[in-house]
């Protein structure tokens, strides 16, 4: 699979960084993964790391069957994460404390697979239009569904910070995870946390969409999104690829 690809995380404001990304990439398919630790004393620090690793460590034995039955594999493949995400607390009591949001996208030349918890985003998008974004499970996004708020509103809203839905050890909550047709050459995807999407207009996103950016183009927009933030950036992560 032939992917231009570009990716990065600040700390923003915060005294730790608890955002996390991994990324896999050969011949057969693609895996990205973003997550946003929530937690004190690290534990979300934690949580997004463990996630992560745990699972890009399971990528060959899920991504073998994923063409059989891409939604209930990938089902199964966050489950089977947040199981070792379980083991590598090893015992700890703040294991039940650690939450995590997740935005997960496997890609090949047949279809693409998303799976995402909590409020960190996927988009895909070609030059002319953004053609979906994960909904969120979060409370503006409730709003936004209802007419309350606009698109804009929701990343400064007072409530922005509500989720619905996280992962979490005790699996109270379970991803949304949507089939889609092939990726298309020259279509462009963005994985980030809502600390690059609060402060990222939509024109700003179909820009990153255009041909010829580079990962300046992104380091540009993910300093902007701290600056509008006005020293109270979350953290800020985004990873950025385009089918080639």
């Given amino acids: 699979m032939q992917l231009e690809f570009y990716q990065l995380t600040s700390v923003g404001n915060r005294e730790s960084n608890q955002d ?26 934690r949580a997004s790391s463990y996630f992560c690793h745990s ?27 947040i199981d070792m995400m379980l083991e590598a607390f090893a015992g700890d009591s703040v294991a039940s404390e650690a939450h995590t949001t997740c935005a997960i996208l496997f890609l090949n030349k047949d279809f693409l697979v998303t ?14 239009q953004i053609i979906w974004r994960t909904r ?38 379970k991803p949304d995870i949507k089939l889609f047709s092939a990726p298309k050459t020259g279509e462009t995807f963005i994985l980030c946390s809502d600390g690059f999407w609060e402060f990222t207009k939509p024109h ?18 993910a300093r902007m999104a701290v600056l509008r933030a006005a020293g109270r950036s979350d953290n800020v992560t985004v990873q950025w690829l385009r089918i080639i």
């Fill in 20 to 45: 996390y990304m991994m990324h896999l990439i050969n011949e057969d398919y693609a895996l990205f993964v973003v997550a946003d630790g929530l937690g004190g004393h690290q534990a979300g620090e």
């Fill in 55 to 81: 699972l890009i460590q399971l990528a060959p034995e899920y991504s073998a069957n994923i063409k059989e039955n891409p939604e209930q594999i990938m089902d199964a493949w966050v489950d089977a994460a």
């Fill in 115 to 128: 799976a995402h918890c909590g409020d960190s985003r996927i988009y895909r998008m070609n030059r002319e």
């Fill in 136 to 173: 969120d499970h979060s409370v503006t996004q409730g709003l936004r569904d209802d007419g309350a708020v606009s698109e804009l509103q929701m990343g400064v809203h007072p409530e922005q910070n509500q989720l619905t839905r996280s992962i979490n050890v005790l699996k109270n909550h």
């Fill in 204 to 221: 700003e996103f179909q820009r990153l969409a255009q041909k010829g950016i580079s990962k300046k183009d992104l380091m540009k927009q």
